[in-house]
Structure formats: C-alpha cells, structure tokens
C-alpha cells in the first residue's frame, strides 16, 4: 500500500481550518497533488502543555486506492416488515443502536420508549424549567434519545474492546453528524444538533419495516417458563417477540422495582454522587490555554481531574465526570420531588459557563445493603435528591453554595449568576450530605486547587445533586451469551444495566445484545 504517514504539529488557525489543513498536509508529504488519491485524517489532538497550544495531527496520504474500511461506508437496511421480531424497551442509544444492528442481522426491531419523541419532549423539557413541572415518563432523562439527546455529546468511550468504535461514529456520520467526529480526539456533537441526528435514526428504522413506539412505559413481563418473551405497557398492549432487549437508562427506577419484585435477580453496584461545578468558561481557558483570551480557533477548553480522599480509614475517589465546557447545567429529575442536576453543551460551547459534575464513589459498603438489599444505591439517590429538594424550597430550584464558602464551611455567600435556568438557592451544602461526602468533596476541591490554580475561588460556585452518574443496580447476564444469568431471552442492555457509561459504549454495547438475540432467534452471520 502506497502512502505517506504524517504527524504534524501546527497551529489551531490552521488546524481547525480544512482548506488550510489540506494544504499543510500535502506540503509535508512532499507529493505532487495529481498522484494523491485519498487523505485520511487520522486524528486532531490539543496540546496544551507549553505555554503555546498547539494541535497534533496525524494523517495517511494515500498514492492508490485506500482500503474501503477507512472509507466512510453507506449502511444499506433491507425491508424486515415480516422478520422475526425482537423487543427493544428504551430508544435512547443502546436501544436504537440494537435496532439498526437487528435489521441488518434480518430481525424487525419493535423499539418502545417510555417518553415523548424528540419535538414533542422540548415542551415537558421546557415545562422543567420555567414551571417546576416534571413529567415521569418526558424529561431530561425518559424520551427519544434518552438523557443522551439532551447532553454534551460527548462520543469518547474506554470501553474500545467491546465493539466497534469507528463503525458507531460512522454511522452517526451517515445520520448527520458532522464527519469531524472520525478525526477529533475528543469529539462531541452537540445537544442542538442531537435531536435531528436521532429523528433521521428513527426514521431508518420505520423505512426498513422497523417500528418505534411512543408513550409506551412497560408495567409487566410476558415470561414463559423461565423465558422472556415480552412486555406490556401501560396502555395494556402486549408485544412478544423472539427476544427483549432491555435498554432502559440509568434513571427507570420502576423497571429496578418490577424486576425486583417479580423475583429476577439485580445487583446493587457502586456508582457516584456529588455536585456540579460551575465557572467562568474564560477562567477554565485562561488556566488551561495558559492566556487571557483563547481566539476564534481553539474550542472552549475542558479538565479532567482526580483525588483521592480517606475518611473514617475508607479511602475514596472524588473525580471530574461529564464535564461541560461552554455548556448549561439542567434540571434532570424524573419525579416530583426531588432535584438532580446534569450538564450539557451546544455544538459551539459557546456558553460562557463551564460546568462538571465533582463526585464521590460511592462503594457497596458505604450502603445500607442490609435494609434495603439490591435497591440499597437506589434509595441512597432518593434520599439526597429528596432532601436537595426540600433545602431548596420544593420546586426545582437547585440548592447551590459559592464554591470556596463550602470548602470553608463560611456559610450566606450571595450566589453568582448561573445557566441553571429554575434558578438557585443558597444553602450551606455541607448540611445536605452526610459527613464523609461533604468532608470528600472539600478535601477534594482543595486539591483540585493545587492542580489548577484559580479554580478554587468564589468566582465559581457547586450546585447540587449530580447522582445520576450511571446505574446504582447491575441486572446481571452472562458473559458470553449476554442473557440474564436467570431469565433466558432477556439481554439486558446499556448504562441501566450497568454495561456502558455513555453514548457510544451503550450504542456498542446495543450492537452486541443485537447480535445475542440474533443467535437466540436462529439467526447466524458474519460481523
């Protein structure tokens, strides 16, 4: 194979500038143009550890035809309207992810989803924050999309080994997604361009004899000796097929009570809680950019950050999750009652806000397991979302401090202006954890100072409750087979089954709980 492999260190005007990136490339590659046949882009990356930022870029360029594999393929969808039909509950990314990958495997996906489609949920989204009314089955968490939709976009995973992460990012190309998502280290797509990229997901699926479902909560199991076979919702309708997919989001906590109540087996599994963070955008880029002003070219920056914290001998992390650069913090709670908040960005991060979540681990011993068994972390997030409610004043209203007050335990700091749109009230956060979180999350935040200088500050203040990191219960399935350890054809799927923790790493791991049911339904292939 003929071609040249470059890294190239360049400036962000260049960089962040395809004509001129182009040109960069083929300069370096010292080739004439006419003999050029392809220039795959490999990766862009900020480096930002010089007192200049620079960007990394590495690139192919190819003198014959490239392989077709780094080509941006078109995934064609034949007509499965009479195929065997497999269940998918959930349409956020797991779930519609396994339904494309049933219809290329020839299985008819019937996706049901809890929520609203995604126009139809902007209002009950919209209803949040400016009337404090929260809608269980539509809302930050339940609708088209899952939480995803209305998120940062971030589509980074870890979790490289359980599937195929350029073939997830492709397909998001194919549907919308700005093609800069194969090349970016870090790439987002942004929560206003979200939406459009699931309609046309959703509309993949209905044209190849799939269907999609709205308002359909599930509220029982069709089981059939020791067997999965369906589900009925709400409105009393039952679907069968050969499998169920579960996919259902960290937040369906009525699906963790009916498993547990119908006797199917669920684990209590650790997870996280704590606060979100929120800055100046231009403090964040001033530290990270190391300048006052970062200029048109280089993306509102981020940080990722980690400590270490021991209390009553228990040694604990306290660590940056979803962080939001030139982004919003959002109202995500499921019920009445309780607040929660999440972060999310446009596709420009062009808030002048920056926000993260800041949470402690929480470990199985840190619940009261004895009392409330599987459900022990499930009721550890009701009970702190229910008092953040309370503190606040009942609405949606988030309980907030100014960030060096709490760290000080200085309480009556008159709170900063905020993108939290239903607004803030000042309480003494220390009272609303119990007091090895709070001393975590202080001991925390005064080492995240030493690493940041400047991002311990009052110019900067926490609200809370992030305490939906991911799933507090694992439905537990098999390794190989991915069926539930007790319940056959059930293919528990995605961060509500304790499997993924983001975007991409439930789409692959929807992808392969298609593949299992697949095989359950008798259906062979070749990935």
């Known amino acids: 194979m003929k071609k040249k492999e470059l890294e190239l260190v360049l400036a962000p005007e260049v960089a962040y500038d395809a004509q001129q990136l182009e040109r960069e490339i083929l300069k370096h590659a010292q080739v004439n143009p006419e003999d050029v046949k392809f220039i795959h882009r490999v990766k862009r990356s900020i480096d930002a550890r010089g007192r200049q930022v620079q960007l990394r870029v590495r690139a192919d360029v190819y003198l014959e035809n490239p392989p077709t594999d780094i080509l941006s393929p078109k995934f064609d969808y034949a007509d499965v309207s009479n195929a065997k039909k497999i269940i998918i509950v959930g349409a956020g990314p797991a779930g519609l992810f396994a339904a494309m990958r ?24 919209a209803a949040i924050n400016k009337e404090h009314t929260v809608n269980p089955d539509s809302n930050y968490c339940f609708g088209e999309g899952g939480a995803g939709t209305y998120s940062d976009g971030k589509l980074y995973t870890r979790s490289k ?13 194919q549907h919308g997604a700005t093609p800069d998502i194969l090349f970016d280290a870090h790439p987002h797509i942004g929560t206003n361009k979200l939406p459009k990229i699931i309609e046309t997901i959703r509309e993949t699926i209905r044209s190849a004899g799939g269907e999609v479902f709205f308002d359909k909560r599930v509220t029982d199991f069709v089981l059939d000796k020791g067997e999965m076979r369906g589900v009925v919702t709400g409105d009393s309708q039952e679907y069968t097929g050969e499998a169920v997919i579960l996919a259902t989001g960290h ?27 929120e800055h100046q955008q231009q403090l964040i880029d001033s530290i990270q950019y190391h300048c006052d002003d970062r200029g048109p070219y280089l993306p509102a920056s981020s940080y990722a950050l980690v400590q270490q914290t021991v209390y009553n001998n228990r040694q604990r992390g306290i660590f940056s999750f979803c962080m939001c650069p030139g982004g ?47 459900l022990a972390g499930l009721r550890m997030q009701q009970t702190l979302e229910q008092k953040a409610c309370a503190m606040a004043g009942g609405t949606q209203a988030a309980p907030a401090q100014l960030l060096q007050d709490f760290t000080r335990r200085k309480t009556g700091g008159e709170l900063l202006d905020t993108s939290y749109q239903p607004g803030l009230a000042s309480v003494d956060m220390n009272e609303l954890f119990s007091p090895d979180m709070a001393y975590r999350l202080r001991e925390g935040f005064k080492g995240f100072g030493h690493k940041m200088r400047g991002y311990l500050s009052n110019e900067a203040q926490i609200v809370g409750v992030e305490s939906r990191t991911s799933s507090p219960v694992r439905i537990p399935r098999d390794k190989e087979t991915l069926e539930h350890v007790q319940i056959k054809r059930l293919f528990p799927c995605g961060e509500g089954a304790g499997y993924a923790g983001g ?25």
């Open 102 to 125: 049933c219809i290329e495997l020839g299985l008819k996906p019937v996706v049901l989803e809890r929520g609203k489609d995604v126009r139809s949920r902007r209002r009950d989204l």
């Open 161 to 173: 080994k359980r599937g195929d992460l350029q073939r997830i990012l492709q397909l998001l190309v």
């Open 251 to 277: 937040s369906a906590r009525d699906i963790f009570e009916l498993l547990h109540q119908k006797g199917i087996t669920i684990e209590a599994k650790p997870f996280a809680m704590g606060v979100r963070v």
């Open 328 to 374: 919003f913090i959002v109202p995500s709670a499921t019920a009445p009652g309780e607040v929660v908040v999440n972060g999310m960005s446009p596709s420009r991060r062009d808030s002048r806000f920056a926000n993260s979540g800041i949470v402690v681990a929480i470990e199985l011993e840190d619940m009261e397991l004895e009392k409330y068994g599987s």
């Open 503 to 527: 975007i991409v790493s439930a789409a692959m791991d929807g992808e392969r709980c298609a593949e299992m049911a697949a095989l359950k339904a008798g259906v062979s292939f070749m990935r």
